[in-house]
Protein backbone atom coordinates (compact mmCIF):
# COMPACT_ATOMS: atom_id res chain seq x y z
CA UNK A 1 0.00 0.00 0.00
CA UNK A 2 1.44 3.24 -0.74
CA UNK A 3 1.78 5.88 2.08
CA UNK A 4 -0.69 7.71 3.17
CA UNK A 5 -1.20 11.68 2.38
CA UNK A 6 -3.78 14.44 3.00
CA UNK A 7 -4.48 15.01 -0.41
CA UNK A 8 -8.08 14.52 0.07
CA UNK A 9 -8.31 15.99 3.42
CA UNK A 10 -12.33 17.49 3.93
CA UNK A 11 -13.43 16.16 0.74
CA UNK A 12 -16.21 14.06 0.33
CA UNK A 13 -16.53 11.53 -2.20
CA UNK A 14 -19.49 9.21 -3.85
CA UNK A 15 -18.14 5.65 -5.00
CA UNK A 16 -20.17 3.64 -7.67
CA UNK A 17 -19.01 0.37 -8.80
CA UNK A 18 -17.56 -1.70 -6.18
CA UNK A 19 -18.86 -5.22 -6.07
CA UNK A 20 -15.88 -7.14 -3.82
CA UNK A 21 -12.05 -6.14 -2.86
CA UNK A 22 -11.05 -6.78 -6.58
CA UNK A 23 -12.87 -3.87 -8.12
CA UNK A 24 -11.49 -1.37 -9.48
CA UNK A 25 -13.19 1.23 -7.90
CA UNK A 26 -12.42 -0.10 -4.57
CA UNK A 27 -8.57 -0.14 -5.43
CA UNK A 28 -9.67 3.76 -6.29
CA UNK A 29 -11.50 4.22 -3.00
CA UNK A 30 -9.09 3.10 -0.80
CA UNK A 31 -6.26 5.32 -2.51
CA UNK A 32 -9.10 8.53 -1.59
CA UNK A 33 -9.76 7.29 1.94
CA UNK A 34 -5.62 7.18 2.47
CA UNK A 35 -5.38 10.44 1.52
CA UNK A 36 -8.44 11.50 4.16
CA UNK A 37 -11.45 11.46 2.44
CA UNK A 38 -14.76 10.74 3.52
CA UNK A 39 -16.15 8.45 1.29
CA UNK A 40 -19.99 6.93 0.28
CA UNK A 41 -20.53 3.93 -1.48
CA UNK A 42 -23.59 2.05 -3.34
CA UNK A 43 -23.69 -1.51 -4.40
CA UNK A 44 -26.27 -3.54 -6.84
CA UNK A 45 -28.45 -5.82 -5.72
CA UNK A 46 -28.16 -7.97 -2.34
CA UNK A 47 -26.01 -10.95 -3.38
CA UNK A 48 -22.99 -8.06 -3.03
CA UNK A 49 -24.56 -6.01 -0.48
CA UNK A 50 -22.67 -7.91 2.79
CA UNK A 51 -19.28 -7.35 0.78
CA UNK A 52 -19.55 -3.81 -0.45
CA UNK A 53 -20.86 -2.97 3.13
CA UNK A 54 -17.78 -4.69 5.03
CA UNK A 55 -15.34 -3.16 2.61
CA UNK A 56 -16.96 0.47 3.10
CA UNK A 57 -16.88 -0.23 6.94
CA UNK A 58 -13.28 -0.37 6.57
CA UNK A 59 -12.79 2.90 5.48
CA UNK A 60 -15.59 4.71 8.10
CA UNK A 61 -18.11 5.10 5.32
CA UNK A 62 -20.72 6.82 6.27
CA UNK A 63 -23.52 6.12 3.69
CA UNK A 64 -23.72 3.22 2.24
CA UNK A 65 -26.52 2.66 -0.58
CA UNK A 66 -28.04 0.38 -2.86
CA UNK A 67 -28.05 1.50 -6.74
CA UNK A 68 -29.42 0.28 -10.23
CA UNK A 69 -28.16 2.58 -12.37
CA UNK A 70 -30.88 1.73 -14.93
CA UNK A 71 -32.96 3.49 -12.49
CA UNK A 72 -33.63 7.23 -12.42
CA UNK A 73 -35.80 7.10 -9.02
CA UNK A 74 -32.17 5.29 -6.98
CA UNK A 75 -30.31 7.53 -8.98
CA UNK A 76 -32.39 10.62 -7.10
CA UNK A 77 -32.23 8.67 -3.95
CA UNK A 78 -28.37 8.36 -4.10
CA UNK A 79 -27.90 11.47 -4.31
CA UNK A 80 -30.19 12.93 -2.06
CA UNK A 81 -29.16 11.03 0.78
CA UNK A 82 -25.67 11.58 -0.57
CA UNK A 83 -26.80 15.43 -0.35
CA UNK A 84 -28.23 14.87 3.48
CA UNK A 85 -25.17 13.10 4.67
CA UNK A 86 -22.27 15.99 3.53
CA UNK A 87 -24.08 19.05 4.32
CA UNK A 88 -24.89 19.58 1.12
CA UNK A 89 -21.68 19.13 -0.84
CA UNK A 90 -19.75 16.52 -2.76
CA UNK A 91 -16.21 16.36 -4.00
CA UNK A 92 -15.69 13.56 -6.00
CA UNK A 93 -17.06 11.26 -8.17
CA UNK A 94 -16.22 8.07 -9.01
CA UNK A 95 -17.92 5.90 -11.70
CA UNK A 96 -16.63 2.41 -12.50
CA UNK A 97 -19.63 0.67 -13.60
CA UNK A 98 -20.17 -1.29 -17.07
CA UNK A 99 -22.54 -4.18 -17.56
CA UNK A 100 -22.72 -6.32 -21.03
CA UNK A 101 -25.06 -9.46 -21.36
CA UNK A 102 -22.30 -12.56 -21.35
CA UNK A 103 -23.57 -13.55 -24.77
CA UNK A 104 -22.87 -10.32 -26.48
CA UNK A 105 -19.11 -10.54 -25.21
CA UNK A 106 -18.68 -14.08 -26.84
CA UNK A 107 -20.08 -14.22 -30.69
CA UNK A 108 -20.12 -11.85 -33.34
CA UNK A 109 -21.07 -8.36 -32.97
CA UNK A 110 -23.41 -7.57 -35.63
CA UNK A 111 -25.00 -10.12 -34.02
CA UNK A 112 -25.93 -8.03 -31.27
CA UNK A 113 -29.53 -7.36 -30.73
CA UNK A 114 -31.48 -4.09 -30.19
CA UNK A 115 -32.47 -4.55 -26.63
CA UNK A 116 -28.88 -5.82 -25.48
CA UNK A 117 -27.49 -3.18 -27.57
CA UNK A 118 -29.19 -0.40 -25.53
CA UNK A 119 -28.99 -2.49 -22.04
CA UNK A 120 -24.95 -2.02 -22.28
CA UNK A 121 -24.76 1.35 -23.55
CA UNK A 122 -27.67 2.57 -20.62
CA UNK A 123 -25.80 1.05 -17.82
CA UNK A 124 -22.13 1.84 -19.02
CA UNK A 125 -22.41 5.16 -20.22
CA UNK A 126 -25.54 6.93 -19.67
CA UNK A 127 -25.25 6.44 -16.57
CA UNK A 128 -21.76 9.13 -16.20
CA UNK A 129 -24.06 11.50 -17.78
CA UNK A 130 -27.24 11.09 -15.10
CA UNK A 131 -24.91 10.93 -12.76
CA UNK A 132 -22.94 13.87 -13.67
CA UNK A 133 -26.28 15.86 -13.47
CA UNK A 134 -26.99 15.08 -10.24
CA UNK A 135 -23.48 15.78 -8.63
CA UNK A 136 -23.56 18.70 -10.26
CA UNK A 137 -25.44 20.99 -7.52
CA UNK A 138 -23.89 19.38 -4.81
CA UNK A 139 -20.25 20.09 -6.39
CA UNK A 140 -21.20 23.55 -7.03
CA UNK A 141 -22.15 23.93 -3.79
CA UNK A 142 -18.31 23.00 -2.83
CA UNK A 143 -16.94 25.48 -5.35
CA UNK A 144 -16.39 23.03 -7.54
CA UNK A 145 -15.71 18.89 -8.19
CA UNK A 146 -14.14 16.35 -10.09
CA UNK A 147 -15.55 13.03 -11.78
CA UNK A 148 -13.95 10.69 -12.68
CA UNK A 149 -14.64 7.43 -15.16
CA UNK A 150 -13.11 3.79 -15.80
CA UNK A 151 -12.88 3.15 -19.81
CA UNK A 152 -11.10 0.74 -22.27
CA UNK A 153 -9.11 0.63 -25.69
CA UNK A 154 -11.53 -1.28 -27.12
CA UNK A 155 -13.76 2.21 -27.18
CA UNK A 156 -10.91 3.23 -29.94
CA UNK A 157 -10.05 -0.13 -31.66
CA UNK A 158 -11.92 -3.15 -32.33
CA UNK A 159 -10.88 -5.24 -29.93
CA UNK A 160 -12.15 -9.21 -30.56
CA UNK A 161 -14.54 -10.15 -27.74
CA UNK A 162 -15.33 -6.80 -26.24
CA UNK A 163 -17.74 -6.22 -28.83
CA UNK A 164 -20.86 -3.88 -27.69
CA UNK A 165 -18.92 -3.22 -24.64
CA UNK A 166 -16.73 -1.38 -26.86
CA UNK A 167 -19.47 0.74 -28.53
CA UNK A 168 -20.63 1.63 -25.05
CA UNK A 169 -17.00 2.66 -24.12
CA UNK A 170 -17.03 4.76 -27.36
CA UNK A 171 -19.78 6.46 -26.20
CA UNK A 172 -18.70 7.13 -22.64
CA UNK A 173 -15.57 8.55 -23.82
CA UNK A 174 -17.16 10.79 -25.90
CA UNK A 175 -19.52 11.96 -23.30
CA UNK A 176 -16.42 12.68 -21.21
CA UNK A 177 -15.35 15.34 -23.45
CA UNK A 178 -19.34 16.90 -23.82
CA UNK A 179 -19.63 16.74 -19.57
CA UNK A 180 -16.08 18.44 -19.35
CA UNK A 181 -17.07 21.48 -21.40
CA UNK A 182 -20.77 21.41 -19.93
CA UNK A 183 -19.33 21.57 -16.59
CA UNK A 184 -16.15 23.09 -16.88
CA UNK A 185 -17.59 27.15 -15.78
CA UNK A 186 -18.95 25.55 -12.69
CA UNK A 187 -14.83 24.07 -11.98
CA UNK A 188 -16.35 20.40 -12.37
CA UNK A 189 -13.74 18.13 -14.10
CA UNK A 190 -14.30 15.01 -15.79
CA UNK A 191 -11.69 12.62 -16.93
CA UNK A 192 -11.53 8.95 -17.04
CA UNK A 193 -8.79 6.31 -16.63
CA UNK A 194 -8.18 3.94 -19.71
CA UNK A 195 -7.06 0.52 -17.99
CA UNK A 196 -5.21 -2.76 -19.57
CA UNK A 197 -6.64 -5.92 -18.32
CA UNK A 198 -7.09 -6.14 -14.30
CA UNK A 199 -8.39 -9.49 -13.05
CA UNK A 200 -11.83 -8.42 -11.51
CA UNK A 201 -15.43 -9.94 -11.74
CA UNK A 202 -16.45 -7.85 -14.50
CA UNK A 203 -13.30 -9.29 -16.63
CA UNK A 204 -14.23 -12.59 -16.38
CA UNK A 205 -17.16 -12.61 -18.00
CA UNK A 206 -15.43 -11.57 -21.15
CA UNK A 207 -14.31 -14.26 -23.22
CA UNK A 208 -10.59 -14.73 -24.53
CA UNK A 209 -9.91 -12.32 -21.13
CA UNK A 210 -6.67 -14.27 -20.46
CA UNK A 211 -5.60 -13.93 -23.84
CA UNK A 212 -5.79 -9.60 -23.81
CA UNK A 213 -3.94 -10.31 -20.76
CA UNK A 214 -1.53 -12.37 -22.29
CA UNK A 215 -0.82 -9.81 -25.46
CA UNK A 216 -0.40 -7.15 -23.11
CA UNK A 217 2.32 -8.48 -21.42
CA UNK A 218 3.76 -9.36 -24.28
CA UNK A 219 3.73 -6.66 -26.77
CA UNK A 220 3.02 -3.43 -24.35
CA UNK A 221 6.29 -1.61 -24.24
CA UNK A 222 6.70 -2.38 -20.69
CA UNK A 223 5.83 -5.76 -20.65
CA UNK A 224 4.18 -6.33 -17.33
CA UNK A 225 0.41 -6.83 -16.04
CA UNK A 226 -1.53 -3.93 -14.53
CA UNK A 227 -3.10 -4.13 -11.21
CA UNK A 228 -6.24 -2.88 -9.85
CA UNK A 229 -3.99 -0.28 -7.27
CA UNK A 230 -1.91 1.26 -10.76
CA UNK A 231 -5.55 1.80 -11.70
CA UNK A 232 -5.92 3.82 -8.23
CA UNK A 233 -3.04 5.92 -8.09
CA UNK A 234 -4.14 7.84 -11.25
CA UNK A 235 -7.29 8.25 -10.37
CA UNK A 236 -6.58 9.39 -7.12
CA UNK A 237 -4.43 11.96 -9.20
CA UNK A 238 -7.15 12.81 -12.01
CA UNK A 239 -9.53 13.16 -8.95
CA UNK A 240 -6.86 15.56 -6.68
CA UNK A 241 -6.26 19.10 -6.84
CA UNK A 242 -3.19 18.73 -8.27
CA UNK A 243 -5.04 17.70 -11.90
CA UNK A 244 -6.69 20.97 -11.32
CA UNK A 245 -6.09 21.90 -15.20
CA UNK A 246 -6.99 18.42 -16.19
CA UNK A 247 -10.74 17.75 -17.93
CA UNK A 248 -11.75 16.13 -20.81
CA UNK A 249 -9.02 13.42 -21.34
CA UNK A 250 -8.33 9.90 -20.73
CA UNK A 251 -5.01 8.85 -18.81
CA UNK A 252 -3.87 5.46 -19.96
CA UNK A 253 -2.26 2.89 -17.21
CA UNK A 254 -1.99 -0.24 -19.43
CA UNK A 255 1.91 -0.68 -19.50
CA UNK A 256 2.07 1.28 -22.87
CA UNK A 257 -0.22 -1.32 -25.08
CA UNK A 258 -2.08 1.33 -26.94
CA UNK A 259 0.93 3.41 -28.00
CA UNK A 260 1.72 0.50 -30.14
CA UNK A 261 0.78 -0.29 -33.75
CA UNK A 262 1.64 -3.94 -33.85
N1 LIG B 1 -11.03 -5.04 -15.27
C1 LIG B 1 -10.52 -4.55 -16.40
O1 LIG B 1 -9.67 -5.15 -17.03
C2 LIG B 1 -10.99 -3.21 -16.89
C3 LIG B 1 -10.26 -2.56 -17.89
C4 LIG B 1 -10.69 -1.32 -18.35
C5 LIG B 1 -11.84 -0.75 -17.84
N2 LIG B 1 -12.55 -1.43 -16.86
C6 LIG B 1 -13.76 -0.79 -16.35
O2 LIG B 1 -13.67 -0.60 -14.96
C7 LIG B 1 -14.99 -0.47 -14.43
C8 LIG B 1 -15.10 -1.34 -13.19
O3 LIG B 1 -15.03 -2.72 -13.53
P1 LIG B 1 -14.18 -3.78 -12.71
O4 LIG B 1 -13.26 -4.43 -13.67
O5 LIG B 1 -13.66 -3.19 -11.48
O6 LIG B 1 -15.27 -4.92 -12.38
P2 LIG B 1 -16.33 -5.05 -11.17
O7 LIG B 1 -17.20 -6.19 -11.58
O8 LIG B 1 -15.63 -5.15 -9.89
O9 LIG B 1 -17.13 -3.68 -11.25
C9 LIG B 1 -18.22 -3.46 -12.11
C10 LIG B 1 -19.29 -2.83 -11.28
O10 LIG B 1 -20.42 -2.44 -12.08
C11 LIG B 1 -21.56 -2.61 -11.27
N3 LIG B 1 -22.79 -2.63 -12.06
C12 LIG B 1 -23.09 -3.40 -13.14
N4 LIG B 1 -24.35 -3.14 -13.54
C13 LIG B 1 -24.85 -2.16 -12.70
C14 LIG B 1 -26.08 -1.48 -12.59
N5 LIG B 1 -27.11 -1.71 -13.43
N6 LIG B 1 -26.23 -0.55 -11.60
C15 LIG B 1 -25.21 -0.28 -10.73
N7 LIG B 1 -24.02 -0.91 -10.79
C16 LIG B 1 -23.85 -1.83 -11.76
C17 LIG B 1 -21.30 -3.94 -10.57
O11 LIG B 1 -22.15 -4.12 -9.44
C18 LIG B 1 -19.84 -3.78 -10.20
O12 LIG B 1 -19.73 -3.19 -8.92
C19 LIG B 1 -15.93 -0.83 -15.56
O13 LIG B 1 -16.38 0.36 -16.18
C20 LIG B 1 -15.03 -1.59 -16.51
O14 LIG B 1 -15.49 -1.57 -17.85
C21 LIG B 1 -12.14 -2.62 -16.38
Redesign the pocket.
Known sequence: MPAASDRFAGKTGLV?????R????WAIAQRLAEGGAQLAFT??GER?ERSVRELAESVSSPLVTD????SDENLQRVFADVGETFGGKLDLLVH????ADARDLEGRFTDTPRDRFWLALD??AYSLVAAARLAEPLMEAAGGGSILT???LGGERAVPHYNVMGVAKATLDSSVRYLAWDLGEKNIRVNAV??G??R????RSIAGFPTMEAIVEERSPLHRPIEADDVGAAAAFLLSDEAKNVTGTTVYVDSGYHAMGM
Open positions: LGVANRSIAFQICDVRSVAFVSMTYSAPVTLAA
